[in-house]
């Protein structure tokens, strides 16, 4: 291959959410070996930044599973028939987020321990799961964490046990999913007044929040 031709190839970096371009994150290289170390950097750094991954994405009419992906390409000349040649692509992690009752905004993980468990310290604090869920309840207060379906609760559930017992925080007691009739009928009625919400509203086990 002529050298001057070859060394017209460029390599690119993008980004790729739901098979879309984001075209405000792209890297641009001359040099082959440039591109690949920057790739690999910005996976490991991807892979020890992000807690819980997002697997899910909402519009207001459906949930659907999220695709991001990190894509490494050569970007060929015209004199070797133009287009895109892909070296290498691996899924990208998207922290996720949950939505909080009155609070009334989306956290991540990170977030949901220092905003909401912190506002249950030095108090006993049982953490349920309720369909699509997650409630503290130490009695008197709650708050309420809800996910888009049942396997994005147990899903956090597990995520926040686990961080709970790393942190070594011991007055969280995780006892899984709301047990008993009675029980489940008045922390409905609480919730309801916590949130504001109808209690049928308190029945569904998605959401696109």
């Known amino acids: 291959m002529d050298i001057l031709i070859k060394a017209k190839i460029r390599y690119k970096i993008f980004f790729r959410v739901n098979k879309k371009i984001r ?18 950097a910005l996976v490991t750094e991807n892979r020890k930044n992000v807690i ?9 009419e459906k949930v659907y599973r999220s695709q991001s992906v990190i894509t490494l390409a050569s970007i060929l000349p015209e004199e070797m028939g133009g287009g895109v040649e892909i070296i290498k692509s691996v899924d990208w992690l998207q922290e996720e987020e949950f939505f909080v009752y009155v609070d009334n905004e989306r956290m991540t993980v990170e977030e949901i321990l220092t905003k909401v468990f912190t506002k249950f310290k030095g108090v006993f604090t049982k953490v349920w799961k309720y369909k699509n869920k997650i409630v503290l309840d130490d009695s008197e207060n709650l708050a309420c964490i809800q996910t888009k379906n049942l396997s994005e609760a147990i899903r956090l559930y597990d ?50 929040h």
Do not use: D
């Open 23 to 40: 075209k405000q994150r792209v890297y641009e290289y001359r040099h082959l070996h440039k591109a690949m170390e920057r790739f690999n």
């Open 159 to 208: 995520k926040l046990k686990e961080l709970i017992a790393k942190y070594k925080i011991y007055n969280f007691l995780f006892l899984g999913e709301v047990q008993g009739k009675k029980f489940k009928s008045e922390l409905i009625v609480r919730l309801c007044e916590y949130t504001g919400l109808k209690r049928f509203q308190f029945s569904r086990s998605k959401s696109r």
């Open 52 to 60: 819980l991954p997002r697997l899910y994405m909402t519009t207001a």
